[in-house]
């Protein structure tokens, strides 16, 4: 299997040479191929949204590489951050981070919206994204209006518009119940067996104590203490 | 003088574009002292969002440059009735002779910053910023014509005395007077045509060709042929073509042809001589950037679109000056 | 295309969700650029109303002067002047001012001659023969009296004089002859008290309007206590005092635009934590500052249009409805006391870029560096919550 996600000696500094300087994470090394479903788990503050972060090219690492598909990323100006970051990654947050006062179709379109494609044919493709996740009955309805569960299907739908290859998902069940946990976990199964390459950094034992999860890579301050494979 | 809507718009506008400029170059030396592509760092990050600033700010600039070019030469035309002797904005730029160094100012600012434009979008299509040093040193430099462009012009509105007497538009670009104006003014008229056509048919034939060969002798010579393109149009406006926008075989005057009288013709010959003309340059402008690997193809590629726009903008230039030579009732046979 | 197309879209929805920090600041914008226009537009109706009628006005004019004012002009210069190389005829005009104490206004009383001949009349003819007037639409109204009527003037001996209207102007020709009657030559001469060897002044008609300047020199050569005045001159000086005036108005007003930039700035970089949040998520589901740069554009952009158009149109209801009530009596001068005259709307592109120029460019320029420091908000700092 192809290696997607590589990084070699990854360090994130915040605040360098400052009185704040924070190391979030520390010369990590990994590597994730495609089709794999890996965890990040560790407690907070351990480095894993911070490793997310890099990984899905939202911040570019202090030092050290980080490889996506082929191509070290990590040089790279922010504009071809972002163009990558389109074609490849959907990303699932924490806390959902829908834009309220807009529809909910509307939220699910907004990634495509800075591209060249047609309204109509990123419609289209949003509500068919939107009809997997069975939200589609309410696509007009403001997302404030919705519950927790449906919100969370509707950052799923957002994440997935641009067809990526490779879901990224920071703590999402940090704001779940059980049964809305479980959907979730469902969910994210069933695209993996769809050939999306998953990422998720948890410290949810709901989560990861699962046995189609392929890999565990353990975190604490910074660094990767384990990684186990199922 | 100043206390004129048009004059103080100019002025106002003028400064804020001096304060934006100023700004920018300092922003501009800062990235030249500090810039290091190789550098993961937060500066480096930070250099690259400034760059952001950068780019907005002398895209405004340059909008508001061409806008303010237009503005002056209307506000020149609508003063003249202030000056004994002044039919039109000619009139007004006599009346207190900077007022010519305002407009050529203005112009030279125009294309200085169009080219930084280029300059940055082909930049920020590399994945290595290859043209950074060379952007910012052409920043530093545009600023100094903009700070004269608006010292010419403050001088200009500040020494209009009312009671100058002026000559108009009908003496300076008439036949028998001194100067340039006059000069081509009374450049024979079919002598000037052959060369006009002649000339552009070249520009137009070595447009065609470039867009076959990857030849660089081609595209420098495109520049080359661009400027003269120019300025043998500018000459052609004052010696003939403008006589049949107006149909009197003595009014030379390249500035009436913006008026309404004459159907804002004025504008669509202006924006396409200077557009096109500007495609041209840029094609070998940029030609010897193409040592840099990772703008090889971007430039080439664009060269293409250049071309291609520059032949069609020319082109049109050339018909809606063609169309009165040919279409209309008036005719200089027998004059000349 | 698509993309510029979307961009706009949000950016509409966009300030449609902050609907009312927005239309505050268009409210501001818009009465900034009601006033600047509404002084752009005052002065333009006055000076093209003025050119129009100086175009009939006569090219030269000869007054006397005695003791550095304005003297009446012995008939018999008018030979002498008619000797002149070039002159085709020499008319002799008779007016003078008149104050009306009833109405407190000054009036202007002129003799009927050949140039006035050509204004046009409402209703009615002009005066004949003695005892008739034809007055301006401005008298008729504060007068309230018209064709048929009866009109009271008081000699300069005390005496009050009954004349008879027989014709009103329209107000087409209201900037000349609002304030205008018209009366027989011997009435002014002895409404006036003046002798009929005098004239008030005399037209000079030459025949080469480029010629003009060298005839009024030798008229001031060969009658030096005469002063001969020449249309252009009279032109110029009204362009200049009309641009003098409203280019005093515009500075005053600088205050007020330097204030509106101000807001413009401190709105534009007084981001609520929402709209920050906002496009915080924007940036990390893949949109790049170049686009968020884009969105504050289209959005400075609309509110700009959306003022700069609603501005105009209330100064133009200001100017050509209103009676431009806020600023005429600045640009008008003294001559405002009475009477008052319907202004005709001119409006041009070039003022209207002017404005566009004054108030738009501003604006855009103060948001530049906020729209900036909004666009680079790193994509991160959505997933540190």
């Known amino acids: 299997m192809d290696i997607v996600i590589k990084t070699e000696g990854a360090t994130k500094v915040f605040n360098p040479n400052m009185p704040n300087e924070v190391k979030a994470i520390t010369d990590v090394s990994i590597e994730i191929k495609k089709g794999e479903l890996v965890v990040l788990k560790g407690p907070s503050g351990s480095g894993k949204t911070s490793l997310l972060s890099l990984i899905g090219c939202m911040s570019r690492p202090t030092e050290g590489k980080v490889i996506i598909n082929g191509k070290d990323v990590a040089k790279l100006p922010e504009r071809f951050l972002t163009e990558i970051r389109q074609k490849t990654f959907g990303f699932v947050f924490q806390m959902f981070n829908l834009i309220k006062g807009i529809s909910v179709i509307e939220n699910v379109m907004l990634p495509l919206y800075p591209t060249d494609t047609k309204l109509t044919a990123i419609k289209k493709q949003a509500e068919f994204v939107m009809e997997k996740l069975n939200i589609l009955k309410k696509k007009n309805f403001n997302v404030q209006n919705l519950s927790a569960g449906e919100q969370q299907r509707v950052a799923i739908a957002r994440a997935l518009i641009n067809e990526p290859e490779i879901i990224l998902a920071d703590e999402p069940t940090a704001h779940l119940d059980t049964k809305l946990s479980e959907d979730l976990i469902k969910i994210l199964q069933r695209l993996n067996e769809d050939g999306k390459t998953i990422i998720m950094a948890t410290h949810d034992p709901f989560v990861y104590e699962r046995p189609f999860i392929n890999r565990i890579i353990e975190m604490r301050d910074g660094m990767v203490k384990k990684a186990m494979v199922r | 003088m100043i ?120 930049d920020q299509k590399a994945e290595d910023y290859p043209l950074v040093r060379t952007k910012y ?17 403050a001088k200009y509105f500040l020494g209009i005395k009312p009671n100058i007497i002026t000559s108009c538009c009908g003496s300076l670009f008439s036949e028998g007077g001194k100067g340039i104006a006059s000069s081509l003014s009374s450049l ?3 002598p000037m045509m052959i060369i006009f056509y002649v000339t552009i048919g070249i520009f137009l034939l070595t447009s065609f060709l470039s867009l076959r060969s990857q030849k ?81 193809i971007i430039i080439e590629n664009s060269q293409k679109r250049w071309i291609v726009l520059s032949i069609l903008l020319i082109s049109i230039f050339t018909i809606i000056c063609s169309c009165p030579i040919l279409f209309s009732n008036f005719t200089l046979k027998g004059y000349y | 295309m698509e993309k510029h197309k979307k961009i706009l879209e949000y950016a509409l929805s966009s300030l449609l969700r902050r609907k009312y920090k927005n239309l505050a600041v268009i409210a501001v914008f818009s009465l900034v650029v009601a006033i600047l226009a509404s002084i752009l537009f005052l002065t333009h109706s006055f000076k093209v109303e003025a050119l129009n009628v100086l175009i009939g006005a006569p090219e030269l004019i000869v007054q006397k002067v005695s003791g550095g004012r304005h003297d009446l002009i012995p008939t018999d210069y008018i030979k002498r002047i008619q000797g002149i190389y070039g002159i085709g005829r020499v008319i002799p005009r008779y007016w003078g001012y008149y104050y009306d104490a009833i109405t407190d206004g000054n009036y202007t009383l002129m003799g009927v001659d050949e140039d006035v001949q050509k204004l046009k009349l409402l209703d009615g003819r002009m005066p004949t023969k ?42 087409e020709s209201a900037i000349l002859t609002n304030d205008l009657i018209l009366l027989n030559k011997e009435d002014i001469l002895s409404l006036f008290g003046m002798s009929s060897d005098r004239a008030t002044d005399v037209v000079v008609q030459v025949y080469n309007e480029f010629e003009v300047p060298f005839v009024a020199g030798k008229i001031r050569e060969m009658l030096p206590d005469t002063r001969p005045i020449m249309k252009g001159e009279i032109i110029r000086t009204y362009e200049t005092v009309f641009s003098w005036r409203s280019g005093m108005i515009f500075t005053v007003f600088f ?31 893949g949109w790049e500052t170049s686009d968020i740069l884009e969105l504050k554009f289209w959005e400075g952009i609309v509110i700009s249009l959306t003022s700069f158009l609603t501005g105009l149109i209330l100064a133009y209801v200001h100017i050509f409805f209103l009676g431009a009530s806020l600023f005429a009596s600045a640009l008008k001068g003294w001559s405002v006391i009475f009477p008052s005259f319907e202004l005709i709307p001119y409006v041009n592109l070039y003022q209207v870029f002017t404005v566009l120029f004054l108030t738009v460019i501003p604006y855009v320029a103060s948001t530049i560096i906020p729209s900036w420091k909004v666009a680079i908000t790193d994509p991160d700092v959505v997933m540190r919550g």
């Open chain 2, 216 to 296: 660089s002798i081609l595209k420098y010579a495109l520049t080359i042929l661009s400027l003269v393109v120019f300025v043998v149009s500018i000459a052609s406006i004052i010696s003939f073509i403008s006589l049949y926008f107006y149909e009197i075989p003595t009014h030379h005057c390249p500035f009436d042809i913006i008026q309404k009288d004459y159907h804002f013709v004025g504008y669509p010959v202006y924006i396409t001589l200077f557009s096109g003309v500007f495609f041209g340059m840029i094609t070998g402008i940029f030609e010897p950037f193409r040592k840099i690997s990772s703008l090889n």
């Open chain 2, 137 to 153: 040193t052409m920043l530093l430099s545009i600023t100094p014509f903009i700070i004269l462009d608006t010292y010419f012009q």
């Open chain 3, 130 to 171: 003695n005892s008739e007037c034809a007055i301006g639409k401005g008298i008729s109204d504060v007068r309230f009296t018209g064709i048929g009527e009866k009109m009271y003037l008081i000699d300069s001996k005390g005496k009050t004089l009954t004349f008879h209207v027989v014709g009103v102007f329209t107000s």
């Open chain 3, 255 to 285: 205050g007020a635009l330097i204030a509106f930039c101000i807001l413009a700035w401190d709105k534009a970089t007084g981001l609520s934590a929402e709209e920050r949040q906002e496009i915080g998520i924007l940036k990390a589901i």
């Open chain 2, 188 to 190: 024979p008229v079919k």
């Open chain 2, 3 to 122: 206390l004129h809507p048009g004059a103080l718009s100019l002025i106002i506008g003028s400064l804020i574009v001096i304060m934006m400029m100023v700004y920018s170059s300092m922003l501009g030396l800062k990235i030249l002292k500090r810039w290091d592509v190789d550098n993961s760092s937060s500066e480096q990050l930070s250099l690259e969002r400034k760059t952001y600033l950068l780019s907005t700010i002398m895209n405004y600039t340059l909008g508001f440059v061409i806008l303010s070019a237009f503005l002056f030469i209307y506000t020149a035309d609508d003063i003249h009735r202030i000056f004994i002797g002044a039919m039109c904005a000619t009139g007004s730029l006599n009346a207190n002779p900077i007022g010519w160094y305002v407009l050529y100012t203005k112009i030279i600012v125009f294309f200085l910053s169009s080219i930084w434009i280029v300059f940055n979008y082909i």
